[in-house]
């Protein structure tokens, strides 16, 4: 957590110009996610003051996006169903390295575009404007980040796939002594088809424990009826070593080794390295929902996207490209890739081999696409605190 963070600003290799395929996710999100806030404003029809949380939010168009589709929802949903509009207070949340100037420099536009509804006559008591307040809560959504009872809705997309920390190994004994081991996990940077069973279980072990302290950081947050639509990476399988559970970590572990074979980087960094990261499957989802005891899942929805935030609507999803075509693909997907974990990769690898780690990755990821069609399996669960 110390040391990811989104590329900042808004250069060529920035967050900001790299989120497309997270944008997208967004945009598949919206059912469920008006579905749960219209469900949450038809419960609470007293109340005048919603707080609204978005974890994960980190810099860039998204950041306001997600927020912007919660207060259009609330704002169309007011008039159908008679009542005027409350007071919203909006948090955004995000590890304290992000880079939250970039957003507060986009907040006049994202005010004048409420204001503007306002004049467009939509018939509010107030002007749109008055009626949001944004700030920011910068803080590990591993733990409690909002007062008791202060929120009604919490959002959070593309961020709880990221892990509070790299997991242990196996905690072994010794003369009564705990001793945390590396992850063996040779030449590999994720869970692959090469890696021991103690690495998977230790994968597992450390998504349980991270996703049960989000669930209770949250349930004291939560209003009981609160609400929380959450979106992120998992896998529909149980084998975490499937491709699309864990491929894009495998190109990149190729790109990597090219460059150890060749002397750029030291193998043995490679060996010691491991992304903070986990694809769960949705029976460890549940199982942790269930266990924790304070949500209980109103809707699970399971996506395909391809690897450039495409949706994917049928099994029998073939793309068939042009080697250029691929190339190009390889390309962006690598650029997007590249603004999300290149914050994670510098303290290891050194900054001065990254423009040469991701064309190779582009080049790998270009030739892939070329003779497969990869997808992600994006989850989307609406939870309501009931216990
Ligand atoms: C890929 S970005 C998604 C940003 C945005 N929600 C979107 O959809 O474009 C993931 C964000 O989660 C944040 N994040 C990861 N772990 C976090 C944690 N423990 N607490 C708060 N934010 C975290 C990262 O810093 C990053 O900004």
């Not at 704002?75 to 507060?104: A, G, T, W």
């Not at 924790?292 to 899942?297: A, K, L, T, V």
């Not at 790998?364 to 003779?371: L, N, R, T």
């Amino acid at each position: 957590m110390r040391i990811l963070h989104m590329n900042k600003g808004d250069g060529e290799t920035s967050y900001a110009k790299n989120s497309t395929v997270q944008s997208n996710i967004i945009s598949l999100g919206r059912r469920v996610m008006d579905e749960a806030l219209k469900k949450l404003m038809i419960s609470n029809s007293e109340i005048s003051s919603i707080g609204i949380a978005d974890l994960g939010c980190s810099s860039g168009p998204n950041s306001l996006l997600s927020i912007s589709n919660i207060v259009d929802t609330i704002h169309n949903l007011c008039p159908d169903l008679d009542r005027p509009l409350p007071e919203l207070r909006v948090s955004l949340n995000d590890l304290p390295s992000n880079d939250f100037n970039y957003i507060f420099a986009s907040l006049p536009e994202f005010y004048d575009r409420l204001n503007k509804r306002e004049k467009d006559g939509l018939g509010f008591d107030r002007r749109g404007g008055e009626s949001c307040f944004v700030s920011a809560v910068p803080g590990s959504f591993y733990g409690r980040l909002f007062p008791r009872r202060s929120l009604h809705f919490v959002h959070s997309s593309s961020s709880l796939h990221w892990l509070s920390q790299v997991p242990c190994g196996d905690v072994e004994k010794e003369d009564g002594v705990a001793i945390t081991a590396d992850l063996d996990n040779r030449g590999k940077i994720y869970i692959s088809k090469t890696s021991p069973m103690s690495a998977h279980k230790a994968y597992a072990l450390q998504f349980q424990t991270d996703f049960a302290m989000f669930l209770r950081s949250r349930s004291e947050e939560l209003v009981h009826g609160g609400r929380m639509v959450l979106s992120f990476l998992g896998r529909s399988t149980p084998d975490p070593t499937t491709e699309e559970s864990c491929y894009q970590w495998e190109l990149l572990a190729q790109a990597l080794m090219s460059m150890a074979n060749e002397g750029s980087i030291e193998k043995e960094k490679i060996d010691a390295f491991n992304a903070p990261y986990y694809a769960a499957s949705s029976e460890e989802l549940k199982m942790v929902i269930e266990k924790e005891g304070s949500f209980s899942i109103d809707r699970l929805e399971i996506s395909a996207v391809d690897w450039e935030g495409g949706s994917i609507g049928d099994e029998s999803y073939e793309l068939l490209r042009s080697k250029p075509e691929a190339l190009a693909s390889g390309r962006r997907v690598a650029s997007t890739i590249r603004a999300v974990v290149e914050s994670m990769l510098e303290p290891t690898f050194g900054e001065s081999v990254m423009d040469e780690l991701f064309e190779r990755y582009a080049k790998i990821v270009g030739e892939y696409f070329y003779e497969s069609s990869p997808r992600y399996a994006i989850f989307n669960v609406s939870l309501v605190r009931t216990g």
